[in-house]
């Protein structure tokens, strides 16, 4: 229902961007359709009268009418979902709908507080399984709240999803990135509720593009980590001796991107790439979303596709693009024709696939 309830008061959110708990509050904003001006507050040098105002020198806070000073990101939340303007409220107040909002979100502190611990030292064997555990038993518990799902009240986005949803956002970015570590690989009923959240307008709006928060996520990082010079750029790990990495490479040349190199030595690599790819293999590439990307040809499609918009080439030209996507398979069939031989060089089928490839090239 659209209606407008009650003429609201004069807001004034102070707010940042990148800040995950001022996100919620612009969620609830959004979903209730109020009208809000914004103060943005650098987190860096907070100006001395923004502190008088929050004496806990966060943000977000917000001001109502000019005077009243609304503090912590829940709160506010909740004043601004309980204001009688606006459109409708988020979620209904049944009892049983209160108790799973209030008692997935205490749960959900410990769970930032897991991960915030797990970031200190995230190249750490025994910390990644009990990061594992906790994050199966979040994820169990968000299960037997729900009866269908996908949120934490079933079919109605609730507070308890606009809290939550700004930090999976982060951490599921950061995690990999940083620490090559899959928040939703042991949580399939968070990865739901965040990529359907991730549809959501007042959600999608209100998100800045991932390289931002990765980059604004650098500085809780330990400087030790193979990426933290990355600065939220796409990272390529591998080695300069390898072909597939060399192809990689002139793939991103032609497109203009420059990834941050991680040279690995496939054959001894170190312990933490097994995080990256269990399979050992590179090159592996590492995007400003914060996703990773195996297998050189993958890789190259990605490239191709991300880059396509500035690329009119083969905008629409199914035969060029067929030309080119077979050149490529045909380079595959040629390189493992090729490795098929040097194990092989004297036998007399390995011989003539070789020919027979190197001639569809
Ligand atoms: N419990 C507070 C946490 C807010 C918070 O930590 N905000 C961060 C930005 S993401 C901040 O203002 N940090 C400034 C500082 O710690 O100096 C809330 O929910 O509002």
Redesign the pocket.
């Known amino acids: 229902m659209m209606t407008t309830m009650n003429a609201q008061p004069a807001l004034k959110l102070f707010t940042?961007p990148?800040?995950?708990?001022?996100q919620?509050v612009e969620i609830v904003i959004a979903e209730r359709g109020l009208d809000v001006e914004r103060v943005i507050i650098p987190?860096k040098d907070?100006p001395d009268w923004y502190k008088q105002l929050n004496p806990?020198?966060?943000?977000?806070?917000l001001q109502v009418d000019g005077k009243r000073m609304v503090?912590?990101?829940?709160l506010?939340c909740k004043y601004l979902n309980d204001l009688p303007a606006g459109r409708m409220p988020l979620s209904m107040y049944t009892p049983y709908n209160q108790y799973r909002i209030d008692f997935f979100l205490q749960q959900f502190d410990l769970f930032v507080t897991a991960i915030r611990n797990f970031m200190m030292d995230p190249m750490n064997e025994e910390k990644r399984h009990s990061l594992d555990e906790y994050v199966c038993y979040t994820d169990k518990l968000l299960y037997s709240l729900q009866t269908t799902g996908p949120f934490v009240c079933d079919d109605e986005f609730s507070l308890a999803d606009a809290c939550i949803v700004p930090h999976f956002i982060r951490f599921r970015a950061s995690l990999n990135y940083y620490c090559f570590y899959d928040l939703f690989e042991h949580a399939p009923h968070m990865k739901k509720l965040l990529s359907v959240c991730m549809n959501r307008p007042s959600v999608r709006n209100t998100t800045r593009p991932i390289k931002e928060y990765l980059v604004a996520h650098n500085h809780h990082m330990p400087k030790t980590l193979p990426v933290s010079g990355a600065n939220g750029n796409y990272v390529l790990f591998g080695s300069k001796m390898s072909p597939f990495v060399q192809a990689v490479r002139l793939m991103c040349a032609s497109k203009k991107i420059k990834p941050f190199m991680i040279e690995i030595n496939p054959s001894e690599p170190p312990t933490w790439f097994a995080y990256v790819n269990p399979r050992g293999t590179v090159p592996v590439l590492m995007t400003p979303e914060g996703v990773t990307i195996h297998e050189s040809r993958t890789i190259m499609q990605y490239i191709h596709e991300v880059s396509a918009e500035h690329d009119c080439i083969y905008k629409g030209d199914a035969e060029k693009l067929y030309a080119v996507n077979f050149f490529m398979t045909a380079t595959n069939w040629f390189t493992n024709a090729l490795r098929a031989f040097l194990h092989n060089p004297t036998v007399k089928e390995m011989q003539e696939e070789l020919v027979m490839t190197a001639k569809q090239l």
Do not use: A, D, G, Q
């Not at 806990?56 to 806070?61: G, I, N, Q, W």
């Open positions: 940042n990148l800040c995950p708990y001022c919620k987190f907070m806990r020198h966060t943000v977000p806070s503090f912590e990101s829940l506010i």
